[in-house]
């Protein structure tokens, strides 16, 4: 019998593991607590921010060094699955916190292996630290801006947003059509494009102020799903950024995704984790549901009728599937030794998204289905989750181009392109 929500996914956690899924789990009753609320309006639940922070689980992955605690993508993986059971809209807003770390540990990491020279090294720690820092000894939430509405055929996502360079900095302008945390988060971490590159090289990390001149929120959008993610993005129109709160030397960002064991930034295993979470809680309310529901002629439970048990079969099918995948693809992305190269492992994580996020939404049908009409009011707990869950089948990419990505790597022997400009 696990003790910690998280150790349903990671069935190995170490002792500091442990003490970290601790933490996890002490925010859990406040999450649920909310978390019916938080469908219902459709907004983030702000007082979560400092929940979480006093928890110090904003800097779960930021080096203690910087004040974080530490945490690798497994203890991520665990957090975002524990907290989904609870709030799946609440883990998917801290995953993208997170996915930020990303921004500093990859530029460090870059430094050790000598893809910037002398020159470029001061700029390029000092921006990486400010991001650890205020993740981790700041205790800051931030948002991550990248994605926007337009899309190419070349690259899975498409950047449009320009900076352009100033006395003292730069200037802003685009609109960036989703990233968690929109009005919520303490600061922002914008990508853009600098002015007079039309490649990959040309993509540029900067801190933005939510407060600042010029930014504004797009208007709020009535999702099905995950509905307190604070998704709606943002608007930048001649925004100043400081040249300290920029990283834009030419080349820099794609220098720093080479250290990524995975694909894309990093630890996007940890966001579909957030998804067999909610699948994960569902089946256990699922079945307590059909534990306790009596007929009414006999007294027996609802769920020893074989229609049921056929449905109970299906859940345990779907969850055992979602599990294998997830973990497998964990383990790839954070052995200590790799264990497969990195096209290897990115093209596994393709398949992976698709399976688990299928797998997740497969589940919540049948729970929908074995709860019966009961389970049909807008806000209650299957509908809801199947509401949820119809987010993984598009979130950052469907199953569908997962596969077809996949099989073009098996062919081809080389990832497609993750970023281009307009």
Request: hydrophobic share 40%; glycine share 10%.
């Amino acid at each position: 019998m696990t003790k910690f929500t998280g150790e349903a996914l990671i069935e190995d956690m170490t002792a500091a593991e442990k003490q970290r899924a601790e933490r996890v789990e002490s925010v859990l009753p406040a999450l649920a607590e909310q978390a019916a609320a938080v469908d219902g309006r459709g907004e983030f639940h702000v007082p979560h921010v400092k929940t979480i922070s006093d928890a110090g689980l904003l800097g779960l992955i930021v080096p203690e060094e910087y004040g974080g605690m530490g945490g690798s993508l497994r203890d991520l993986c665990a957090a975002t699955f524990a907290l989904a059971t609870a709030c799946p809209s609440t883990a998917l807003a801290f995953f993208f916190h997170c996915s930020s770390a990303s921004r500093g540990l990859l530029a460090l990491e870059a430094l050790e292996n000598g893809l910037f020279d002398e020159a470029e090294a001061p700029a390029v720690r000092a921006f990486a630290e400010q991001v650890l820092y205020t993740m981790g000894r700041d205790g800051k939430w931030l948002a991550n801006f990248a994605s926007e509405s337009e899309k190419s055929e070349k690259a899975a996502i498409t950047i449009s947003t320009v900076a352009t360079p100033v006395e003292g900095g730069y200037r802003l302008n685009g609109v960036k059509s989703f990233g968690c945390a929109t009005g919520v988060a303490d600061r922002y971490l914008v990508t853009a494009s600098l002015e007079g590159h039309d490649t990959a090289a040309g993509l540029c990390t900067f801190f933005v102020a939510r407060e600042a001149e010029g930014v504004s929120e797009r208007e709020h959008w009535d999702a099905i799903g995950m509905r307190g993610t604070a998704t709606h993005g943002i608007v930048l129109k001649d925004v100043f950024v400081a040249t300290e709160n920029a990283l834009a030397i030419p080349a820099a960002f794609t220098r720093c995704m080479q250290m990524s064991r995975g694909s894309f930034v990093g630890n996007q295993v940890a966001g579909i984790a957030c998804y067999l979470g909610a699948a994960h809680s569902l089946y256990r309310y699922t079945i307590h549901h059909l534990r306790n529901k009596k007929f009414a002629d006999t007294g027996k439970s609802v769920g020893t009728d074989p229609y049921q048990q056929e449905l109970i079969g299906h859940m345990m099918v779907e969850l055992e599937t979602a599990s294998v995948w997830l973990r497998r693809q964990i383990e790839l992305e954070s052995s200590e030794t790799p264990i497969l190269g990195k096209d290897e492992v990115v093209k596994r994580w393709r398949l992976c998204k698709g399976v688990v996020a299928e797998a997740a939404f497969n589940l919540g049908a049948y729970s929908l289905k074995a709860c019966g009409t009961s389970g049909t009011t807008n806000h209650g707990v299957p509908a809801r989750a199947l509401r949820d869950l119809s987010m993984g089948l598009v979130q950052a990419f469907p199953a569908e181009r997962g596969r077809l990505m996949a099989a073009q790597m098996e062919i081809e022997g080389s990832e497609q392109v993750q970023f281009g400009t307009r």
